[in-house]
């Protein structure tokens, strides 16, 4: 499968911002989808990740740093995943990616956890 991500942009703390994902070339709903972000000088760290929705209905997971502002969604008859950012801040600022697992078993909050990834997109939050 392959994933495109785009959203990404410049925005003021506080502020919002929707991250999509589209996925062609395999079946969307067989995977685990995900979300990484880098930030400057850091290694990738977790940041969510939705199951599938015919074995899990759709169940979300979040990074501490984000519960509570962060919403993934799911659209399997579009092949998309989403991102929905809300009382961004300063610390969120990275390259974000999306990804798919096809594992059948895991947390799915570890980059080795996944076998797909898309080019990332940048996230500035200025102060």
């Known amino acids: 499968v392959q994933l495109q991500a785009s959203g990404g942009g410049s925005v003021q703390a506080g502020g919002s911002l929707r991250l999509s994902c589209a996925a062609s070339g395999g079946t969307f709903g067989r995977y685990v989808m995900g979300w990484f972000r880098r930030p400057p000088g850091k290694e990738r760290e977790f940041v969510g990740a939705?199951?599938?929705?015919?074995?899990?209905?759709?169940?979300?997971n979040y990074a501490d740093s984000v519960k509570g502002r962060f919403t993934i969604s799911r659209d399997n008859g579009k092949n998309m995943v989403y991102l929905q950012m809300n009382s961004l801040k300063p610390e969120d600022t990275a390259v974000y990616y999306c990804?798919?697992?096809?594992?059948?078993?895991?947390?799915?909050?570890?980059?080795?956890?996944?076998?797909?990834w898309g080019q990332g997109t940048l996230v500035t939050v200025s102060s």
């Open positions: 990804a798919a697992s096809d594992r059948d078993s895991g947390y799915y909050t570890e980059p080795q956890d996944y076998d797909y």
């Open positions: 939705i199951g599938r929705i015919k074995w899990s209905g759709g169940n979300t």
